[in-house]
C-alpha cells in the first residue's frame, strides 16, 4: 500500500531546501548503503533520484524560470507529496518506479523531481512539483475531489497494479501512516476507542447533557459550548469534532431518545456548478429574474437566450432565500423587518449576558465537577487503583466533602446535567437568533438594492419620456 499526504512549499527557499532534501545524492547514498548491507547486494543511488520536464540538479533554477516566464512568482511555489510504503512490502526499485508512473500519470506538464528515501522503517517517495505548469503556464489546483481521486485514487490503483495491498479508508476519513499501522497489526486505533466510547455512553444517557456527563466520567474533556462540540480522549494531543468522527449532534439526539431512525449527516445542497450557465432550461422564477436583469440593462443579450454569469447565479439564489424567509414570516412592509431585527438583537444581547453566566458558573464548579468525574470514574473498584489513582480517588472525595456533597453525589450529577444543558441550549439559541440576523439584514440589504434599481429605472423613463417630447417639438 502507499499513504499520501501532501505540503505547501511557499518561498524559493523552502523550494531549494525541499529538493535539496529528496534528491541529495548524499542522502541517497546514506541510505542505500545501509539498505545494501542489510540485503546484501550494492545499489546505485543516482537510479533512485528522477525528473520529469527538468533535470533534479537545477529543478529550483528551472521551476522559477517558469514562474517568472507566465508571470506567477506570486502565491504557493510549490507542493511536496510524500508516498509511503508500507514496511517490507516493497523493493527501492519498484517504489521508485511507482513514483515515477505517479507523476507521469497525473503531473506530467509540471516539472517534478522525485526521491527515493530507505532512511526509515518504510520506503518513501518525495515529490517536488513546480505550482505552475511549464505547457499551458496554470497554475496547480487541487480540491477535495482531487484529493481522493488524484492524489490518493492515483496511487491506490498503481499499488494495485503493481500486487500491493490498498488503505481502506472509512467513511472518506483521511488517517495518519501510525493509525494505519495500528489497525493492519491488529491494534486499536484511537478513533476506534473513541467510537466505543461515544456508543457506551450513547446506551446508557437519555439526554444530550447526560451523554456529555458520561464522556467526562470516562475521562474525556468536552467542549460544548461550540458550533462544533468536540471532545479530547485521555492523553491524547488535541480535540476531535464528534461530527468528525461520525456523531453529529442530530445523531446524538436521536441516538440518546433511542431512536432508530438515526438522522443522516445532511450534505451541502449545491446550487451551481463550475459552469458559467445552469445546465437545464430555465424557468419560472429564474426566467423572471432574466428578465428583469435585461429590462435594466444588466444583460445586452436576448432574455430568452442568455448564459447566465455565475456571480449573478449565486445572486439570485440569494434572493430567493431572502423571499422564501420572507413568506415564512409574513413580513409586508419593511418597517416590519427593520423592527424584528431590533428584536432579535435585544434577545442576542440577554442571551449573550446568559452564556458569559453560564460559563462562570461552568469554571466555579470546574474543581467539584473534576473531583466528581474522578470519583465516578475509581469510586467502584478502589482496590484495584495503583497509588497514584488512589491518591487522585481520595483528593477527589475530600474535595467533594468541603464543597458540602458529601452525603448528596447524585446532586452534583444533576447539577452538572443541568448547567451543559443550559450551556447547550443557550448556544443554539444564540445560533438561531444569529441566522435570523444575517437573514433580516439580507433582506432589508436588499430591499434597499430593489428600491434603488427601481428608482434608477423610473429616472432612465423620465429622461426618456422628456427626450420624446423634446424630439416631438
Not at 61 to 89: L, V
Not at 251 to 261: C, E, F, T
Not at 351 to 358: D, H, T
Request: aromatic share 8%.
Amino acid at each position: 500500500m502507499a499513504y499520501t499526504k501532501i505540503r505547501n512549499i511557499k518561498s524559493s527557499a523552502h523550494l531549494t531546501d525541499a529538493i535539496n532534501y529528496a534528491a541529495a545524492p548524499t542522502k541517497i547514498l546514506e541510505t542505500l548503503t545501509a539498505y545494501a548491507e542489510n540485503k546484501e547486494k550494492t545499489i546505485d543511488g543516482a537510479r533512485f533520484v528522477s525528473g520529469i520536464n527538468c533535470v533534479p540538479e537545477t529543478a529550483a533554477q528551472a521551476m522559477m524560470a517558469t514562474k517568472r516566464r507566465f508571470g506567477k512568482e506570486t502565491g504557493r511555489i510549490a507542493y511536496h507529496i510524500i508516498q509511503s510504503f508500507r514496511p517490507g512490502e516493497v523493493t527501492p526499485e519498484l517504489a521508485h518506479q511507482i513514483g515515477k508512473q505517479y507523476a507521469e500519470r497525473w503531473l506530467s506538464e509540471f516539472e517534478v523531481v522525485i526521491g527515493t528515501h530507505l532512511d526509515r522503517k518504510h520506503i518513501h517517495n518525495h515529490l517536488i512539483i513546480n505550482s505552475v505548469s511549464c505547457v499551458t503556464g496554470k497554475k496547480f489546483h487541487i480540491s477535495r475531489g482531487d484529493f481522493y481521486e488524484k492524489l490518493r485514487g492515483i496511487s491506490d490503483e498503481l499499488c494495485r497494479e503493481n500486487g500491493l495491498s490498498v488503505i481502506e479508508y472509512i467513511d472518506g476519513k483521511n488517517m495518519t501512516y501510525e493509525e494505519y499501522l495500528r489497525r493492519h497489526s491488529g491494534g486499536r486505533t484511537l478513533r476506534q476507542i473513541v467510537k466505543d466510547d461515544i456508543e457506551t455512553c450513547i446506551g446508557k444517557s437519555f439526554s444530550l447533557a447526560g451523554f456529555y456527563i458520561n464522556l467526562e466520567d470516562m475521562g474525556y474533556e468536552v467542549d460544548a459550548a461550540v458550533t462544533h462540540p468536540k471532545i479530547r480522549a485521555p492523553d491524547a494531543r488535541k480535540f476531535m469534532r464528534l461530527s468528525t468522527l461520525g456523531y453529529p449532534t442530530e445523531r446524538i439526539y436521536a441516538a440518546v431518545a433511542h431512536d432508530k431512525r438515526r438522522m443522516p449527516v445532511k450534505k451541502a445542497k449545491r446550487y451551481y456548478t463550475k459552469q458559467r450557465y445552469p445546465r437545464r432550461k430555465l424557468s419560472g422564477i429564474e426566467a423572471l429574474y432574466i428578465y428583469y436583469l435585461f429590462l435594466l440593462g444588466k444583460l445586452r443579450q436576448k432574455p430568452h437566450d442568455v448564459k447566465l454569469p455565475i456571480s449573478e447565479y449565486r445572486k439570485f439564489y440569494r434572493m430567493k432565500e431572502q423571499l422564501a424567509f420572507v413568506t415564512k414570516n409574513h413580513f409586508t412592509k419593511l418597517s416590519e423587518v427593520v423592527k424584528t431585527l431590533e428584536q432579535v438583537n435585544e434577545q442576542l444581547k440577554k442571551l449573550q449576558s446568559e452564556q458569559y453566566r453560564l460559563r462562570g458558573a461552568r469554571r466555579k464548579f470546574k474543581p467539584l465537577f473534576e473531583a466528581h468525574s474522578i470519583y465516578e470514574r475509581y469510586s467502584e473498584i478502589p482496590d484495584k487503583l495503583d497509588e497514584e489513582r488512589r491518591v487522585m480517588l481520595e483528593q477527589a472525595k475530600e474535595v467533594i466533602r468541603k464543597s458540602g456533597y458529601a452525603d448528596h453525589i447524585e446532586a452534583i450529577r444533576e447539577t452538572r446535567i443541568a448547567l451543559i444543558g443550559a450551556i447547550s441550549k443557550n448556544r443554539e439559541e444564540i445560533q438561531r437568533l444569529k441566522k435570523a440576523k444575517r437573514s433580516l439584514g439580507e433582506v432589508i440589504e436588499g430591499t434597499k438594492s430593489i428600491n434603488n434599481n427601481l428608482l434608477f429605472m423610473k429616472q432612465g423613463r423620465k429622461q426618456k419620456k422628456k427626450a420624446d417630447n423634446s424630439l416631438e417639438r
